[in-house]
């Protein structure tokens, strides 16, 4: 039976199984054919993509870009400035504006409810680049790097340490929940991931603030301690953390000595992160990082060129 399209990318609890599993295969097609012949079909000719953003980005902006690209299509960058999403106009008027102009509107937000609405009021496909609550996208990337590196990812564990109750964190969850893996959250108390999140993650997820829950992990993942919007927290959470630092001890107390080391990056190395991991030997930073834009062009071939995920 053919596997249902997605009309929008917003969050990973919206997708089955088949469908997740059916972008990563086409994320997968994809990369092998930029690899093998130097380009990619032009599935997307004639298309554009509106880059909205609220917040900086590097990884999103540029792997959406070149993603439209690669496959024939345009994309347009509109800065925090320019549109004042919420404060000069509504989501709902920008989404209507948009969906004159493009063929798919891809947002970095604050608050979630903004991608929600952009995909309420748009008559076009709306992707998720990240909000508050969740980042679909690196997920995504997150488990296709991990399919990579690791093959069956059945039963494998892969290990969060730091802010559990972060974006990525929540994204992550609900990515290995589609892929049958087992999740460990360490992070300090406070900063641990509602269980109503867990619950709904479809993983088997475990929370704990002792490290060794690091014991037996295929994978170490971490993230920043503060998140952009979380400035004003930041001497409160530095104060929190620092006992969950991904570094060289705490990689040996894996007991794994093929653990591979995540981060979605921006890192800031020297806090949740030492330059001796994220630059070691375990670390499979840049490969994920790479890894966005292969992601990225299977979420656009499908939603914008209606290629089919199975
Ligand atoms: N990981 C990620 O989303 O990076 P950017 O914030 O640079 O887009
Ligand atoms: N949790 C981080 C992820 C950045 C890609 C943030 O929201 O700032």
Not at 213 to 218: I, L, S, T
Not at 222 to 240: I, K, P, Y
Request: aromatic share 6%; with cysteine; hydrophobic share 45%.
């Amino acid at each position: 039976m053919a596997i249902p399209a997605l009309h929008h990318f917003l969050d990973l609890a919206d997708l089955s199984k088949e469908q997740f599993w059916g972008l990563l295969h086409l994320a997968k097609r994809l990369k092998d054919q930029r690899q093998e012949q130097g380009v990619n079909e032009p599935i997307l000719a004639g298309k554009s993509l509106a880059l909205l953003f609220q917040k900086p980005s590097l990884r999103t902006r540029v792997s959406f870009e070149m993603g439209m690209q690669h496959l024939g299509g345009y994309a347009f960058y509109l800065s925090p400035a320019e549109v004042g999403l919420g404060s000069r106009e509504s989501a709902a008027d920008v989404a209507r504006v948009l969906s004159g102009y493009a063929d798919g509107i891809m947002a970095r937000v604050f608050g979630h409810q903004d991608v929600v609405d952009l995909a309420n009021w748009g008559s076009v496909p709306v992707i998720n680049g990240l909000s508050d609550f969740s980042h679909p996208c690196q997920a995504l990337t997150d488990i296709f790097t991990a399919w990579e590196a690791l093959g069956d990812l059945t039963d494998r564990t892969i290990v969060y340490v730091g802010d559990g109750a972060n974006n990525v964190a929540t994204s992550l969850m609900m990515a290995a929940g589609k892929v049958d893996m087992n999740v460990r959250i360490v992070s300090p108390v406070g900063y641990m991931p509602d269980p109503a999140i867990v619950e709904s993650s479809g993983a088997e997820v475990s929370v704990t603030d002792d490290l060794d829950g690091v014991q037996g992990a295929d994978l170490l993942y971490t993230d920043v301690w503060t998140s952009m919007g979380q400035e004003a927290e930041r001497d409160q959470r530095l104060a929190a953390f620092p006992a969950y630092q991904v570094n060289e001890t705490l990689v040996k107390r894996t007991g794994n000595d093929r653990v591979l080391v995540m981060h979605c990056l921006p890192a800031h190395r020297g806090e949740e992160i030492t330059d001796s991991v994220a630059d070691g030997p375990a670390s499979l930073l840049f490969p994920q990082a790479h890894n966005r834009l292969h992601a990225q062009k299977a979420v656009l071939a499908h939603l914008l060129g209606g290629v089919a995920l199975g």
